[in-house]
């Protein structure tokens, strides 16, 4: 019997799955004394480092005058909302449960469905819907009180 073929995006989102499970443990772990916002901050300048690192060793830079205007706006308002979730998430770590943070913060793959269905037209199956329904409704039942 052969196992099936897994696509590459499947993977590559199971790695970022694993690593942002190793983000909660390590996180929690490191911020016992520490402020939340400065515990971005390290985190923050430790991502920049490493990717620094990353794009010399792969010859991966590109200059950013090529970058379109549309470019620059999106990549600037990702960041942002990045930036907004980490400290949102570390102050969250701090006064939570890592087991209990995690999942809740996990509500965004429902808000992603419902903003990609907004914003850039993608139509999930019947199946995929029925799945974001379990997730959310797996965050309520973790979110709410016993």
Do not use: H
Request: aromatic share 14%; no cysteine; net charge positive.
């Amino acid at each position: 019997m052969t196992l099936p073929t897994l696509p590459q995006w499947f993977l590559w989102a199971l790695a970022a799955a694993i690593f942002a499970a190793l983000t909660a443990i390590f996180a929690k772990l490191g911020l016992e004394n520490v402020d939340s916002d400065f515990a971005t901050f390290i985190r923050t300048v430790v991502i920049l480092l490493a990717l620094s690192a990353f794009l010399s060793y792969t010859g991966k830079w590109q200059n950013p005058a090529a970058l379109s205007d549309k470019n620059w706006i999106f990549l600037v308002l990702s960041g942002l909302a990045t930036g907004a979730s980490w400290l949102a998430y570390f102050k969250a770590l701090q006064l939570g449960n890592a087991s209990q943070v995690a999942p809740v913060d996990k509500f965004s793959v429902v808000l992603t469905t419902l903003f990609a269905v907004i914003f850039l037209a993608e139509r999930p199956s019947p199946r995929e819907w029925l799945g974001i329904f379990l997730i959310g409704a797996g965050v309520l039942i973790l979110a709410l009180r016993r």
